[in-house]
């Protein structure tokens, strides 16, 4: 009688333990490798083999890491506050890039995890549950696909890409001074 009841009292307890705690989303983890092309940003170059936060490519699509300087030097403003990602177009970018570079290379296949932040994008929420390419966090940064969408529509960024140059980004601001435009 006495195990009976502390079964019992054991089974009440958990249920009502677990019942009581919040659900947590479990982050989907993918993997992603380095670039095998170069990239450029505004007419840098970047290094993905030694940068921190380099630019990464999950299933066929490059995805752009949106740290508050890349971001800045590409025209847009970045804010995170009560787990929200808010990513705003602005018309004036810094000029001079500021890379995170750290000691010890790059692998070239890493982990990174599907989004579970809120984000928002010039005022319109993402549903990241919803989207082809979603957002990832690699390092801790949100990382954007670069697809039409996000890099042109909502960022206001021109892109190419051949097999010459690689991916070359270029924002309006380096357009109007350079004037180097394929769809402007």
Not at 9 to 20: D, Y
Not at 77 to 88: F, G, I, K, P, Y
Request: positive net charge; hydrophobic residues 35%.
């Amino acid at each position: 009688m006495k195990k009976t009841k502390k079964l019992l009292a054991t089974t009440v307890l958990s249920t009502f333990l677990l019942t009581g705690l919040p659900s947590v989303a479990m982050a989907q983890n993918v993997t992603v490798t380095l670039p095998n092309f170069p990239v450029t940003l505004n007419g840098i170059e970047l290094q993905p083999s030694i940068e921190d936060y380099p630019v990464i490519v999950y299933n066929n699509i490059t995805y752009f890491p949106m740290t508050y300087h890349y971001a800045n030097f590409l025209g847009l403003s970045t804010e995170w506050a009560d787990n929200t990602l808010t990513v705003q177009k602005i018309d004036t970018n810094t000029k001079k890039l500021r890379t995170y570079e750290k000691k010890e290379g790059n692998k070239n296949k890493y982990t990174a995890a599907v989004s579970t932040a809120n984000v928002v994008v010039n005022g319109k929420t993402i549903d990241n549950r919803k989207e082809d390419y979603p957002l990832l966090v690699f390092r801790d940064v949100t990382y954007f696909p670069l697809t039409w969408r996000y890099a042109v529509d909502e960022f206001g960024w021109d892109y190419s890409f051949d097999e010459k140059n690689g991916l070359e980004i270029r924002n309006k601001s380096y357009i109007e001074i350079y004037g180097k435009s394929n769809h402007y």
